[in-house]
């Protein structure tokens, strides 16, 4: 079972609802609020035996959460390997601009790639 969240930056920290379950909480950190919203759902799902872990989440964040949240990613070195314009780039993840679909999808497949990349480095011990 996959669970849609959609989880939104708030002054305090973060927000997040389930799309197809009345399910939502907030947290500090996003740690704290995968932790929240896992708990949650799994209490809404209680009576029917039902458990959810964190592989049945799919989280969804825009730009600005998602550079703000992984701080080690380079926006430039990114945007030199996705072909966008380093200032464009930026000033989608300061929220100043919004990128259309395609430069979302875009970006995001530049950072999935990076991501099977990292996944498959291994080191000489």
């Known amino acids: 079972m996959k669970i849609n969240l959609i989880v939104e930056k708030t002054r305090t920290g973060y927000s997040a609802y389930a799309e197809n379950y009345p399910v939502f909480t907030v947290g500090k950190t996003l ?3 995968k932790f ?3 708990e949650s759902i799994n209490l809404h ?7 959810v872990g964190p592989d049945d989440l799919k989280i969804y964040l825009d730009l600005p959460q998602f550079f703000n949240f992984y701080k080690v990613i380079n926006v430039k070195a990114l945007s030199e390997r996705i072909g966008i314009n380093q200032s464009l780039l930026a000033q989608y993840i300061k929220g100043h601009k919004k990128p259309s679909k395609r430069q979302t ?3 995001l497949y530049g950072v999935q790639e990076l ?3 990292l996944a498959a480095i291994k080191f000489v011990c």
């Open 36 to 38: 929240n919203i896992l």
């Open 115 to 117: 991501g099977k990349e």
């Open 105 to 107: 999808e875009r970006i």
């Open 45 to 51: 799902f209680e009576k029917s035996g039902k458990t």
């Open 31 to 33: 740690d704290e609020l």
